[in-house]
């Protein structure tokens, strides 16, 4: 969908701050903290502060546009789009770096668990950390 549509869809006014945020997250293949949005649309001549780039993630991630995402090795909040479909990531503990696990290795987990215990389940959270290949070799 295109980006115009999906505000339009939530009932969000169209601006250009929100659509050039919505640009970086649909750019980058992992979540970003708010900081590097700035620095992306920095890059796009979009000159926004970080309480207004703040503000308007907050506004769409009440819509469900935008999905907040935290990691427990790091006090920051991270936004992506909200695709419905989740994620995991491998974390690298030196440099930060994100790689996103194509598939969920707790799918069937979560599904047998649920029949087992008659749950209601709605998620679950994974993280996975380490060091990268470059961090490795410059230890
Ligand atoms: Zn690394
Ligand atoms: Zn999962």
């Known amino acids: 969908m295109e980006i115009k549509n999906i505000l339009k869809d939530k009932g969000l006014k169209i601006t250009k701050k929100r659509t050039g945020i919505l640009k970086v997250l649909e750019k ?3 979540p970003v903290d708010v900081l590097e949005i700035k620095d992306k649309l ?3 001549d979009i ?3 970080l309480s207004t780039i703040y503000r ?3 506004n769409m991630s009440e819509v469900g546009i935008v999905k907040k995402v935290n990691f427990s090795d790091d006090a920051r909040i991270f936004f992506e789009l909200d695709k ?6 491998l974390h690298c503990l030196k440099c930060k770096a994100l790689v996103m696990i194509d598939s969920c290795p707790l799918k069937d987990y979560q599904k ?3 029949k087992k215990t008659n749950y209601n389940l709605v998620g679950h959270n994974l993280d996975i950390y380490g060091y990268c290949p470059k961090c ?4």
């Not at 419905?84 to 990531?89: G, I, M, P």
């Not at 490795?136 to 230890?139: A, M, P, S, T, V």
């Open 47 to 49: 000159e926004i502060n």
């Open 28 to 30: 980058v293949e992992h």
């Open 42 to 44: 920095n890059e796009n």
């Open 56 to 58: 308007a993630l907050e």
């Open 136 to 139: 490795q070799e410059k230890k």
């Open 112 to 114: 047998n668990l649920a």
């Open 84 to 89: 419905n479909v989740h994620h995991h990531y």
